[in-house]
């Protein structure tokens, strides 16, 4: 076999061993990208939302609104404190219930509830929202984030497992429209 | 001595270095940049390296797990001797650093430094801006309290905004669904080992590049910048009125270095450390979280933008920014330099840094925030209920069971979210009034579901009494000629 004209044995051998590099580093950087992405990759795979349970119904009387706990169910030992998410619980009519995430709807700070003004405020930008997480007034442009719920033995639970965010409606029951 | 001679010696044979160094640090420089304002690069430079040598004691106690961080930067404040010190200069030394790192850049601007050759200089360097505030922001992460946990938070509300891989992108910065052990751990890999290690590689470019090219000289109003003839003007200027970088140029350096570090260590030691404040406990909701200093500004503009605008200024503004500055250089490559003949960049900066100390001012305030305590904690002036009917002074009960306080001012105590009250009777008529409380409106919620009427009457009754001395409440004059014909007519020749 003849080499190209101005290329000599040991140039070869140098691209070759470039060329054999390469095929090693795309090798590795299969492993290294799917450790990287696997954040993202459980979330498709089994999804992080499951049915958590917040409590008997008892604890939340109808027409009222309570703030409920409940441990993340995805969870690591060293996660402390941080996998106990709050949510606020509203009784409609004893049948019926809301169940807002506590982070606003703009930015995610824990909004608060007011009893007596029927309105959820937030600290951080004053986003307000009605009794029903519709949008009162304020930045955010959409209505508290609501989980789905069903009851199951007097036991409320709830769809729950990951931040919501505004971009993220996975655990989203439905857009809020505010009062017209 | 001698023995430190013939260490010395026996190093060089080896390293073969000294020639090298000695030559780069007699380099000539332009006798003008022996200046004060030429002292900021080597000041960030040595805060980078206090922040190093702190960053790694702080470590030898730092736990990054979010069950545990919190309970070791306790234990740092008020376990382990001079904790509390170690954290306090390292926090100080954070916003030193951006400061002069900020302070580095317009100087540069202003002196016209980022033009040829010095292009690539400049783009190194404001990605080293762009790593210092990534430094800021992933260490306010590592002080792992409540602010830490709601920023974090706002993060990824931004983040989910972009538009198809939002979610993902939270899910990759937190680590997982919610922010806790994991999103802690790679914000801790980030500020230890990844942004560090970028810092090293820019400031090396950085200084490489500043030592091939020559230091920018004094810009002269007419000396201007051309590609063809720059290099041999700069290496005639530098022949001609040059003077050794040491010691000419570096003593002024060594000086406002230490200057700079001095005043790290007095602030720490009068200011303390930075927090942490309560536990990153997302339970504990009576929080209102505030980012640190330099994120102010952010925090101002986000709560100030209309809603709709928020999320394209979000995530195209950073861009548009950052794109700008990329290629500043490469628009502006040539000309003066001189800020006399630059009223436009003069006029740039000014206007950049009355915006960024406005809102970083504003958010120090707050004003957007409701005072979520202030219908329980604030009571009414007393002067507001003097003389005042008993209706009246239930509607005062009625504003302060009602919340109103809260986003509603009364002689500058309460919320400033909504108007001040003091004079709203002026404003609104009693009409106006009951129309505003029940359907709300103009950025205020309707109360109309949680006032009863007679709530409603009372509350309209107190503030119709909410004007100053001299003034006269409004009054909806149609409303008199319909209840009483004759009343409203005014006397002929008065309005």
Redesign the interface.
């Known amino acids: 076999m003849t080499l190209p004209r101005g290329l000599t044995r040991r140039d070869l051998f140098m691209k070759l061993g470039i060329f054999f590099n390469g095929i090693v580093a795309a090798i590795l950087a299969v492993p290294i990208v799917r450790y990287l992405l696997s954040p993202v990759a459980q979330e498709r795979k089994g999804g992080y939302e499951s049915w958590v349970p917040l409590g008997n119904l008892e604890q939340f009387p109808s027409g009222e609104t309570r703030l409920a706990t409940y441990r993340n169910p995805i969870v690591n030992r060293w996660d402390g404190d941080t996998a106990d998410i709050p949510c606020w619980v509203r009784n409609v009519d004893g049948q019926t219930f809301q169940v807002f995430a506590i982070n606003c709807a703009h930015l995610g700070c824990p909004v608060r509830w007011f009893q007596q003004s029927g309105l959820f405020l937030c600290p951080c930008h004053g986003g307000a929202y009605y009794q029903d997480g519709s949008r009162a007034s304020g930045p955010p442009e959409r209505g508290l984030f609501e989980y789905h719920y069903r009851i199951e033995g007097g036991t409320l639970l709830i769809r729950a497992g990951e931040i919501p965010t505004p971009g993220h409606a996975s655990n989203i029951v439905r857009e809020i429209r505010p009062c017209v | 001595m001698r023995l430190t001679a013939s260490i010395g010696k026996w190093l060089d044979a080896r390293l073969q270095l000294g020639a090298s160094i000695r030559e780069t640090a007699e380099h000539p420089v332009p006798r003008e940049t022996a200046s004060w304002f030429y002292v900021f690069g080597s000041a960030a430079f040595v805060v980078f390296m206090l922040q190093i040598v702190t960053g790694v004691m702080l470590a030898l106690i730092y736990v990054p797990?979010?069950?545990?961080a919190w309970n070791s930067l306790q234990a740092l404040n008020h376990d382990v001797s001079l904790g509390w010190y170690i954290r306090a200069l390292h926090g100080w030394g954070s916003d030193f650093m951006v400061a002069i790192v900020l302070i580095h850049m317009v100087q540069v601007f202003l002196f016209g430094a980022y033009k040829y050759p010095r292009e690539l200089t400049w783009i190194v360097g404001v990605l080293l801006l762009l790593v210092t505030l990534g430094m800021a922001f992933t260490g306010q992460v590592l002080r792992f309290d409540q602010d830490a946990?709601?920023g974090l938070?706002?993060g990824?509300?931004?983040?989910?905004?972009?538009p198809l891989m939002?979610?993902?992108i939270?899910?990759?910065m937190?680590?997982?669904?919610?922010?806790?052990?994991?999103?802690l751990s790679r914000f801790f890999a980030l500020h230890v080992f990844l942004i560090p290690g970028l810092l090293v590689a820019f400031v090396a470019v950085h200084l490489l590049m500043v030592l091939k090219l020559g230091i920018n000289e004094w810009p002269m109003p007419g000396r201007v910048v051309r590609k063809a003839t720059y290099t041999r003007e700069y290496h005639e200027l530098t022949k001609r009125d040059g003077l050794p970088f040491v010691p000419g140029a570096v003593w002024k350096d060594l000086f406002f270095a230490a200057f700079i570090l001095l005043s790290i260590a007095v602030c720490a030691y009068y200011f303390g450390p930075f927090g942490p404040s309560g536990?990153?406990?997302?339970?504990i909701?009576?929080?209102?979280?505030r980012p640190d200093f330099f994120f102010l500004w952010l925090?101002a503009v986000?709560?100030l933008?209309p809603?709709?605008m928020?999320?394209p200024a979000l995530l195209v503004g950073p861009v548009v920014a950052i794109l700008a500055l990329l290629l500043l250089p490469f628009f502006f490559g040539e000309g003066e330099k001189s800020w006399r003949r630059r009223p436009i960049a003069v006029l740039t900066i000014l206007l950049v840094t009355v915006a960024l100390g406005t809102f970083t001012r504003l958010a120090g305030n707050a004003p957007?925030?409701?005072v979520?305590d202030a219908?329980s904690r604030i009571p009414i002036p007393s002067e507001f209920l003097h003389n005042r009917s008993a209706l009246e002074r239930q509607g005062a009960l009625v504003f302060q069971?009602?919340?109103?306080h809260?986003?509603h001012s009364l002689d500058n105590q309460g919320g400033k979210?909504g108007p001040a009250l003091d004079g709203v009777a002026v404003r609104l008529t009693q009409d106006q009034l009951i129309r505003q409380v029940i359907q709300?409106g103009g950025?205020?919620?309707?109360?109309g579901?949680?006032l009863s009427p007679a709530e409603t009457t009372a509350l309209v009754a107190f503030l119709e009494t909410l004007y100053p001395a001299g003034h006269s409440p409004a009054r909806d004059a149609s409303r008199a000629v319909a209840l009483e014909p004759d009343a409203g007519v005014p006397p002929s020749g008065h309005p």
């Open positions: 797990s979010a069950g545990e946990y709601w938070g706002i990824a509300s931004i983040a989910s905004r972009v939002g979610p993902s939270v899910n990759l937190l680590g997982g669904p919610i922010i806790a052990g994991a999103t536990p990153p406990d997302p339970t909701i009576q929080t209102a979280p925090y986000l709560s933008l809603p709709s928020e999320t957007w925030s409701p979520m219908w069971v009602k919340q109103c809260n986003c979210r709300g950025n205020m919620p309707a109360y579901k949680n």
